[in-house]
T-cell receptor
Framework: DAGVTQSPTHLIKTRGQQVTLRCSPKSGHDTVSWYQQALGQGPQFIFQYYEEEERQRGNFPDRFSGHQFPNYSSELNVNALLLGDSALYLC???????????????FGNGTRLTVT | QKEVEQDPGPLSVPEGAIVSLNCTYSNSAFQYFMWYRQYSRKGPELLMYTYSSGNKEDGRFTAQVDKSSKYISLFIRDSQPSDSATYLCAMTSNAGGTSYGKLTFGQGTILTVHP
């Protein structure tokens, strides 16, 4: 049973560029959440997708956008990259339809983004 | 002031010691409390989750929640070198619907258990 998978594992981009990160949720999960974890900090909630719609959003600018596909996989897009966007980006999946939302998050191992 | 405060440590203990990890929070709406373990270069792994106040035990791990004091703890008994990791507390206000996805995390405590 595959867990949450993220790609790529590492990425180096230049300031001002755009980046797309990908996530496949754990089998049986239908909800995907994205988090940003800066070095030495806890993860910060970016947004959550369920039924292909953004359901909740944290305190992140519009440069951060996402998408969820019919197979429940998800993408995180970041435009106009800043040096401060360098972080570990974590995807987490859970089950909403089956559990009514009482489903703990399962995290992937993240994509480490470096902006130079 | 951050909603969730966690002492970043680092904490270094000998093998076999009892470890106590703590978080305080300011948002009284938080009802669901979790502890995650994160090894280097890995994603967080769920260890324990509890609802409201009380204790929960799972093997060597015990989670305690005191909502009146806005204080949660994780105890690790008979600590092992394999317990060396960053421990993150997390919490959310309402697990209904999809809100379980919006967790607020502490900064994380770095724990090293030496043989």
């Amino acid at each position: 049973d595959a867990g949450v998978t993220q790609s790529p594992t590492h990425l180096i981009k230049t300031r001002g560029q755009q980046v797309t990160l990908r996530c496949s949720p754990k089998s049986g999960h239908d909800t995907v959440s994205w988090y940003q974890q800066a070095l030495g900090q806890g993860p910060q909630f970016i947004f959550q997708y369920y039924e292909e719609e953004e359901r909740q959003r944290g305190n992140f600018p519009d440069r951060f956008s996402g998408h969820q596909f019919p197979n429940y996989s998800s993408e995180l897009n970041v435009n106009a990259l800043l040096l401060g966007d360098s972080a570990l980006y974590l995807c987490a999946s859970s089950s909403t339809l089956r559990t009514g939302g009482n489903s703990p998050l399962h995290f992937g191992n993240g994509t480490r983004l470096t902006v130079t | 002031q951050k909603e969730v405060e966690q002492d970043p440590g680092p904490l270094s203990v000998p093998e076999g010691a009892i470890v106590s990890l703590n978080c305080t929070y300011s948002n009284s709406a938080f009802q669901y409390f979790m502890w995650y373990r994160q090894y280097s270069r890995k994603g967080p792994e769920l260890l324990m989750y509890t609802y409201s106040s009380g204790n929960k035990e799972d093997g060597r791990f015990t989670a305690q929640v005191d909502k009146s004091s806005k204080y949660i703890s994780l105890f690790i008994r008979d600590s092992q070198p394999s317990d060396s990791a960053t421990y993150l507390c997390a919490m959310t206000s309402n697990a209904g619907g999809t809100s379980y996805g919006k967790l607020t995390f502490g900064q994380g405590t770095i724990l090293t258990v030496h043989p």
